[in-house]
């Protein structure tokens, strides 16, 4: 059999209605082609008949095309724009008719990006105005009307207003000059360098059409691990291409700026940010950049981390780094966002301590135009951390969420991880920072401090050159999860579940109510058959593709997985209280209490802070051993449970998506189990207790699982190291 | 504005007709989606309302899938596949009733992959038979009968025999396990070789249907500058899993073969191809590869070439290795295809003549199912290069042409440029082996040596992950044309064009008649505005991107430009006459009577084979250096030209490919004038003669050229170096 062979039956398929569409993977959220009743239909095609779009924008044009897309295909019919009887009427407030204007509560429209959707009725007749204070905002408007009817939803009396929560809402691409992606698990850079600016791919729009959808308005073009090429006035030019088609859409442009610049391109003897030459070249460097981009958003930088160059290079700190560059884009109203995630192997300190050390004293230093970006947990995008604890120890510093969606650590291309839900995790921890109910969401938001001027959330992208944008279909509802949550940070992960199953696929109850558990729990299977009980940092070394326990021979001990679990005959674990690390410490004492007490810290965190004996006696009554082992074997149970699911979701799905994601599904299966077994057979070397029944007969030794290589695991090139 | 909104305007086509599809880039020429008038439609769908397929394998699937689609697009109806009254019959041949079978005439079956198509009469009733020896026979008849409709071809009384005329019709893909590809233009390689064997992507079937439509029966799935590591068991699952998807469309997997993987695989001391130990080890990875993948193809090897490792490093001839291969290869039916493609850097011999001493005197020693495999020209797949004169020259060897098809001297990624042209100039050269008329194609289809047991055509593909495959939309045409041209060499670059033009886009003349030119003129446009009469390889080095006649600091003197231009005060080119290297030695007397007096070889050799002075008097009655000025504006004047002629193309092709065409024939006139310019400016400092005047002004100094820098221009990796 051959996967042609099921086009037969999708044309026949096509055959069968007038003119319908299928999923298309391509067209991510937005294919508008799930299945809708005739009754649906008609209510819909009559009320989207006359639309009058009052601005003559670009953004305008946009606008248009989307909704005339949204007719043909999901409806079978088209628009008439036209300024006679709309029944839709779109325009910023400003432009609308004092007789409808003065029907909408424009005092909730906060912002430039807020929007309201509101029934009016003019002459006993129904009116839909979408309004906000700028185009972009009518934009936002119009994806969120074509949300409701995506979504089903009675349009009747509609009444919508919405605003975003979070200021720069960021993508983040770990993209190469050579179109390679760090971390990359959905083929390579959508970005053609090469042939920029000349060729205008398609592919720019697109990508501007599925973030404006979901409200992401920036993004980051480059690698933190940076490449000063990206700043000569060739690359400059295609940069500015870029920004030229992403305008319209409300996205701006940023740029990683490698610290040492000055030296490789400016030719200067030092990049000491204090030095007058230096400053002047960046001043330069930053007026060229603002005549072709006059809204480039600014620049981030990963400095002094990972063996990039950065202030302290020159016996300057991280502020007065970020300060300089601040101060030149300042007038542009440009911004820096200065990573958080710095560890140095000049130092013997727990690295889970590090950026706080480094970054704590420092609140209050940064320019106000300084986002200091902190990833989610206080190691690197583990399948669960407990939250960095810089949130909510900088209260006079603007703080950035940095969250992966790329699965570095989560199974990579292959295993089916719903990420909504660890930001939830993440966003809804409450660090007590102003007593009960600080969540880490309300920091980033500002809620908490009204006073920050500029608040942030990014994302590692994992779009690629696949042809549906994210390698697996499923990492697509990731994409659109980050862009919600970035919205919003309270947004729940259910409702980005419901949702973008049903715009991807389809409103079926039936398909809604076994795939949204589906993707809720399909995060804590991966924590269970990788790191279940507060294990990290595990993986094989480099590509981080698969279970290494054992690396040990890493040039840096914290590049070592034998450095976090801390395995030997006593117990498993990294000891972070007092009798430790103390990286407890650095948490407020409402979380010390709980964690500090072997037995009231939540299991989840355990062998984060604690190092544990092996028949330590868990909440279970049973041991440690038996328990850990109980949760990889959950884990694995858990993906088998999803492949079943997955099995009778073939209805509700096109033939190739249901294909891919059974395929997928085995290997994430497979891969389950060899993490159980990996993990098992190693950690049994300290332990020395049998393996519980549960556990079927490993078909291999030790050492087999110790010998598997992967030199050409995606994500990292040779080049790079 | 933007490119989504031209999707309004086809959107609105799509409601035009009832069921029509627009031109798919991603379906190369099988998108089935050419206009077509009613009344053709009609009599198309009243000839194949019912179709027998005799046959009840996986080919005899894809038979039916493949016009199953060709209904449902092209004609808007369904096929029912029947036994009772059908109105073709599929089947082999020794599957025909034999009332049907004796009025085919079989004795044209001349091999197991010919075909015939024939218009019977039974009961005064038409009755359409396809046939052929072989499962493969059939597809290859289907998809030539399916040709005949895209073609809008009468099909009442159709009767066609063919066959191939040469066996071996493969590609090379020079695609790296991590991922990039060597001299790649179309994105990176479409091998996931990371989620292989578990994840089969619907590209491999695509790719193995595109390929089968047009004949070509194999593919050396990784690149020359070869990895031992594809040969590890775990990639030879992979590997299988790609053959096993290839086989049912006839198309056999090769690989590339390390010669030194005893030593990095076996841990052996030695690679020696004589050492007991390394040959057993090659018996048992061959033993290994075929318990897997039963037909396996056979081994492409570069070996002593490049730096890659060679039986000369053990003392051992080119012979001596291919051999000791094709001797463990030979119980399996399976070849070695040995490039002779080598030079050396230890030798002060003209790098033209290298090959050609190497291998001619090891004629006859090769054993039986050993292909040596012949790039065209005796340098690297230059714009025009004479003929490699190893054809005719070994009239005991099965020689096997290797041709490119990704335009690595040609423009790249971005010049149209139709290479059936040069394929065809090549093909139709004659070598005067066994008299007048024994040109290469009769050399390489066996014609000449009917001893052969052996024919064989290799082209470098221009495939990638590219959405459209090739990058390039026109460069999908090199794809289809090399296919063709490996069936029937002498297949004309005229007709493939219109074939492809047609199949791709539209039959209607006025388009056929305005872009056929176009492609035809292509070639010689390349030419002229890069290395015009007979200049070579002063590309930009390593790269290969943009002019670079300066190149003179590569550490090999024949990676240097200035090796092959020579240029000096008294002239410029290179004395390959007996004056100078005598390269012309090493062809035929009939040329080196022709090419042997400067007045009479053809111009377009003349810097290939003379060092000619600056004021020489060309045929046109105008100095050397004035006639080169005019052939690189000539080179410019011809890119204008196609895109004048592009700008009225717009109503026949859909918008996204206009587009992309029309900025890249944009990019391609701004390189025109780059080559021109840089060019003649560095050749003036010898010439040291004014630019004549039809010379537009050049708008920067030679020194800006030359300072031109491109680190990160595609199909080469810093790790690679």
Same mark, same amino acid.
């Given at each position: 059999?051959?996967?042609?062979?099921?086009?037969?039956?999708l044309?026949i398929?096509?055959?069968?209605?007038?003119?319908?569409?299928?999923?298309?993977?391509?067209?991510?959220?937005?294919?508008y082609?799930?299945?809708?009743?005739n009754k649906?239909?008609?209510t819909?095609t009559?009320?989207i008949?006359?639309?009058?779009?009052?601005?003559?924008?670009?953004?305008?044009e946009i606008?248009k095309?989307?909704?005339?897309?949204?007719?043909?295909k999901m409806?079978?019919?088209?628009?008439?724009?036209?300024?006679?009887?709309?029944q839709i009427?779109?325009?910023?407030?400003?432009?609308?008719?004092?007789?409808?204007?003065?029907?909408i509560?424009?005092q909730?429209?906060?912002?430039?990006?807020?929007f309201i959707?509101?029934?009016?009725?003019v002459h006993?007749k129904d009116?839909?105005?979408?309004?906000g204070?700028t185009d972009?905002s009518l934009?936002y408007?119009t994806?969120c009307?074509?949300k409701?009817l995506q979504l089903?939803k009675d349009?009747?009396s509609?009444?919508i207003t919405?605003?975003?929560k979070?200021q720069?809402r960021?993508?983040?691409h770990w993209d190469n000059l050579?179109g390679?992606?760090?971390?990359?698990?959905?083929?390579?850079?959508?970005?053609?360098?090469?042939l920029?600016?000349?060729?205008?791919k398609?592919?720019?729009?697109e990508y501007a059409r599925?973030?404006?959808s979901?409200?992401?308005?920036g993004?980051?073009?480059?690698?933190?691990?940076s490449?000063a090429?990206?700043l000569t006035?060739?690359y400059?030019?295609?940069v500015?291409?870029l920004?030229d088609i992403?305008?319209?859409?409300?996205?701006?442009?940023?740029?990683?700026?490698r610290f040492?610049?000055?030296?490789?391109?400016?030719?200067l003897?030092t990049?000491?940010?204090l030095n007058e030459e230096?400053?002047q070249?960046?001043?330069?460097?930053?007026?060229?950049?603002?005549k072709?981009i006059?809204?480039?958003g600014g620049?981030l930088?990963?400095?002094?981390?990972?063996?990039q160059p950065g202030p302290?290079?020159?016996g300057r700190?991280h502020?007065?780094g970020?300060?300089m560059?601040?101060?030149l884009?300042?007038?542009y109203?440009g911004?820096?966002?200065w990573r958080?995630?710095v560890?140095s192997e000049?130092?013997s300190?727990?690295?889970a301590k590090?950026?706080?050390n480094e970054f704590?004293?420092?609140?209050?230093?940064?320019k106000?135009?300084?986002?200091v970006?902190?990833?989610n947990g206080?190691?690197?995008f583990?399948?669960r951390?407990?939250?960095?604890?810089?949130f909510?120890?900088m209260?006079?510093?603007?703080?950035m969420m940095?969250?992966?969606?790329?699965q570095?650590?989560?199974?990579?291309g292959?295993?089916?991880v719903?990420l909504p839900?660890?930001?939830?995790?993440?966003?809804s921890?409450?660090t $007590?920072?102003k *007593?009960k109910?600080?969540?880490?969401a309300?920091?980033i +938001?500002?809620e908490l401090?009204q006073? /920050? #001027?500029?608040?942030?959330?990014?994302?590692v992208?994992n779009?690629?050159?696949?042809?549906?944008?994210?390698g697996?279909p499923?990492?697509?509802a990731n994409w659109y999860?980050?862009?919600?949550?970035?919205?919003d940070?309270?947004?729940s992960?259910?409702s980005?579940?419901?949702?973008w199953l049903?715009?991807t696929f389809?409103?079926?109850?039936?398909f809604?109510q076994?795939?949204?558990p589906?993707?809720?729990?399909?995060?804590e299977?991966v924590?269970?058959?990788m790191?279940?009980?507060?294990?990290?940092?595990?993986?094989?070394?480099?590509h981080h $593709?698969?279970? *290494?326990p054992w690396?040990?021979?890493m040039?840096?001990? +914290?590049w070592n997985?034998?450095?976090y /679990? #801390?395995?030997d005959s006593?117990?498993?674990?990294?000891?972070r209280t007092?009798t430790g690390?103390?990286?407890?410490?650095q948490y407020?004492k409402e979380?010390?209490e709980q964690f500090?007490?072997i037995?009231t810290?939540?299991?989840?965190?355990l062998?984060?802070f604690y190092?544990?004996?092996?028949?330590?006696k868990m909440k279970?009554g049973?041991?440690?051993w038996y328990?850990m082992?109980w949760?990889?074997?959950q884990?694995?149970n858990?993906?088998?449970?999803?492949?079943?699911?997955?099995?009778?979701?073939?209805?509700?799905v096109?033939?190739?998506i $249901?294909?891919?994601?059974?395929?997928l599904?085995e290997?994430q299966y497979s891969?389950?189990?060899?993490w159980r077994?990996?993990?098992?057979l190693y950690?049994?070397?300290?332990?020395?207790m049998p393996l519980?029944?549960f556990i079927?007969?490993i078909?291999?030794?030790?050492?087999?699982?110790k010998?598997?290589?992967?030199p050409?695991?995606?994500?990292?090139h040779p080049?790079?190291?």
């Amino acid at each position: 059999m051959n996967r042609y062979n099921s086009l037969i039956g999708l044309l026949i398929l096509f055959f069968s209605c007038n003119f319908c569409f299928s999923q298309s993977s391509e067209e991510l959220w937005l294919s508008y082609s799930q299945p809708l009743n005739n009754k649906l239909k008609e209510t819909y095609t009559s009320k989207i008949k006359h639309i009058q779009i009052k601005t003559f924008s670009e953004t305008g044009e946009i606008i248009k095309t989307e909704l005339q897309m949204l007719a043909t295909k999901m409806l079978d019919t088209s628009i008439s724009f036209t300024s006679t009887t709309p029944q839709i009427i779109i325009a910023k407030i400003d432009n609308l008719d004092s007789k409808f204007k003065q029907k909408i509560n424009s005092q909730s429209l906060v912002n430039n990006e807020s929007f309201i959707i509101q029934t009016i009725t003019v002459h006993q007749k129904d009116l839909l105005i979408i309004t906000g204070k700028t185009d972009i905002s009518l934009l936002y408007g119009t994806y969120c009307f074509i949300k409701q009817l995506q979504l089903h939803k009675d349009i009747s009396s509609i009444s919508i207003t919405d605003s975003p929560k979070i200021q720069l809402r960021i993508l983040n691409h770990w993209d190469n000059l050579d179109g390679t992606v760090e971390r990359g698990y959905a083929g390579f850079s959508i970005w053609d360098w090469h042939l920029l600016p000349g060729f205008k791919k398609e592919i720019y729009y697109e990508y501007a059409r599925a973030n404006a959808s979901i409200g992401i308005n920036g993004t980051v073009l480059n690698n933190v691990n940076s490449n000063a090429y990206i700043l000569t006035s060739p690359y400059l030019q295609k940069v500015k291409t870029l920004a030229d088609i992403f305008r319209p859409y409300g996205i701006k442009v940023y740029l990683t700026a490698r610290f040492s610049a000055p030296i490789e391109l400016g030719k200067l003897p030092t990049a000491d940010p204090l030095n007058e030459e230096v400053i002047q070249w960046w001043k330069s460097k930053i007026s060229e950049i603002y005549k072709e981009i006059p809204d480039f958003g600014g620049f981030l930088i990963k400095a002094n981390s990972e063996g990039q160059p950065g202030p302290n290079t020159y016996g300057r700190s991280h502020v007065e780094g970020a300060n300089m560059l601040a101060t030149l884009l300042e007038p542009y109203q440009g911004v820096v966002m200065w990573r958080a995630f710095v560890y140095s192997e000049q130092q013997s300190e727990d690295r889970a301590k590090q950026a706080f050390n480094e970054f704590a004293p420092f609140d209050g230093a940064f320019k106000e135009n300084v986002l200091v970006q902190v990833k989610n947990g206080p190691i690197d995008f583990q399948p669960r951390e407990p939250y960095h604890p810089l949130f909510g120890a900088m209260p006079k510093t603007s703080l950035m969420m940095e969250f992966q969606i790329t699965q570095e650590y989560l199974g990579q291309g292959s295993h089916l991880v719903f990420l909504p839900k660890l930001y939830e995790e993440v966003l809804s921890t409450d660090t $007590y920072a102003k *007593g009960k109910g600080s969540t880490i969401a309300k920091i980033i +938001d500002g809620e908490l401090y009204q006073d /920050h #001027r500029i608040t942030g959330m990014a994302g590692v992208a994992n779009i690629g050159t696949e042809t549906n944008w994210t390698g697996h279909p499923f990492a697509q509802a990731n994409w659109y999860g980050f862009g919600r949550q970035a919205w919003d940070p309270t947004t729940s992960a259910e409702s980005i579940a419901k949702e973008w199953l049903s715009m991807t696929f389809t409103t079926d109850s039936l398909f809604i109510q076994q795939m949204t558990p589906l993707l809720i729990n399909s995060r804590e299977a991966v924590v269970n058959y990788m790191t279940p009980l507060g294990l990290h940092h595990i993986m094989n070394a480099e590509h981080h $593709y698969g279970p *290494g326990p054992w690396i040990a021979n890493m040039s840096r001990p +914290d590049w070592n997985s034998i450095y976090y /679990h #801390r395995a030997d005959s006593l117990g498993l674990g990294f000891d972070r209280t007092q009798t430790g690390s103390n990286a407890l410490e650095q948490y407020p004492k409402e979380i010390q209490e709980q964690f500090s007490n072997i037995h009231t810290i939540p299991e989840a965190y355990l062998l984060w802070f604690y190092h544990v004996p092996w028949d330590f006696k868990m909440k279970n009554g049973h041991t440690l051993w038996y328990t850990m082992a109980w949760y990889y074997q959950q884990g694995v149970n858990e993906v088998k449970n999803m492949q079943q699911t997955w099995e009778h979701m073939q209805p509700y799905v096109n033939n190739d998506i $249901y294909q891919d994601t059974r395929m997928l599904l085995e290997i994430q299966y497979s891969e389950a189990q060899w993490w159980r077994n990996a993990c098992l057979l190693y950690f049994q070397q300290f332990a020395k207790m049998p393996l519980p029944e549960f556990i079927p007969e490993i078909p291999h030794t030790l050492d087999y699982y110790k010998a598997l290589k992967f030199p050409y695991a995606p994500g990292i090139h040779p080049s790079w190291n």
